[in-house]
T-cell receptor, first 113, second 112 residues
Framework: GENVEQHPSTLSVQEGDSAVIKCTYS??????FPWYKQELGKGPQLIID?????GEKKDQRIAVTLNKTAKHFSLHITETQPEDSAVYFC????????????FGAGTRLFVKA | DSGVTQTPKHLITATGQRVTLRCSPR?????VYWYQQSLDQGLQFLIH???????AKGNILERFSAQQFPDLHSELNLSSLELGDSALYFC???????????FGPGTRLTVL
């Protein structure tokens, strides 16, 4: 079936430290793996995405790595800041004639000043 | 502002009732997606429309239905409402499928 697992569910770090969130996906995922950030009272917003022909992608303090063999991908946030505090979701697209986007359960990140 | 609009922002209704949630995608986006987010829960995929046609369905209840109109706006209809249907409902749009989705601000549905 279509499944995305995400860990940890909660992550607390000190400002300036790094944060890592990991996701695994089931067999039938397609080639697109986005990460979304959701702040309180708002809709999710894409922060970075990766396609399966790429192993790693960076955008300033944020990076994503993808291991297609192991079926897992990770989000890395370096030099965390209090404004990084939010809920982060990984997702994977599954093609079934159209695209289903299946989200992980989310990670609540707290960055302590 | 993502460019995706959803109305209404809040909706309070009673069990057994029927409601309609409306979504206007970003200009030029042909794909519309609907998601349900219950309290402290993740985002559950409901349905995907592309240019007026249903393309993919998630675990959407039979009491729920959706459509995308020729002007590309979409509506999600929820009927015979139950307490458990109380949730945030998000609409998202994208230029093409398998690409970044832009989420609206959501409609908070409360069923009493």
């Amino acid at each position: 079936g279509e499944n995305v697992e995400q860990h940890p569910s909660t992550l607390s770090v000190q400002e300036g430290d790094s944060a890592v969130i990991k996701c695994t996906y089931s067999d039938s995922a397609s080639n697109y793996f986005p990460w979304y950030k959701q702040e309180l009272g708002k809709g999710p917003q894409l922060i970075i995405d990766i396609r399966s022909n790429v192993g790693e992608k960076k955008d300033q303090r944020i990076a994503v790595t993808l291991n297609k063999t192991a079926k897992h991908f990770s989000l890395h946030i370096t030099e965390t800041q209090p404004e990084d505090s939010a809920v982060y979701f990984c997702a994977a697209n599954f093609y079934t004639g159209g695209f289903k986007t299946i989200f992980g359960a989310g990670t609540r990140l707290f960055v302590k000043a | 502002d993502s460019g995706v609009t959803q109305t209404p922002k809040h909706l309070i209704t009673a069990t057994g009732q029927r409601v309609t949630l409306r979504c206007s995608p970003r200009s030029g986006d042909l794909s519309v997606y609907w998601y349900q987010q219950s309290l402290d829960q993740g985002l559950q995929f409901l349905i995907h429309y592309y240019n007026g046609e249903e393309r993919a369905k998630g675990n959407i209840l039979e009491r729920f239905s959706a459509q995308q109109f020729p002007d590309l706006h979409s509506e999600l209809n929820l009927s015979s409402l139950e307490l458990g249907d109380s949730a945030l409902y998000f609409c998202a749009s994208s230029v093409v499928a398998d690409n970044e989705q832009f989420f609206g601000p959501g409609t908070r549905l409360t069923v009493l």
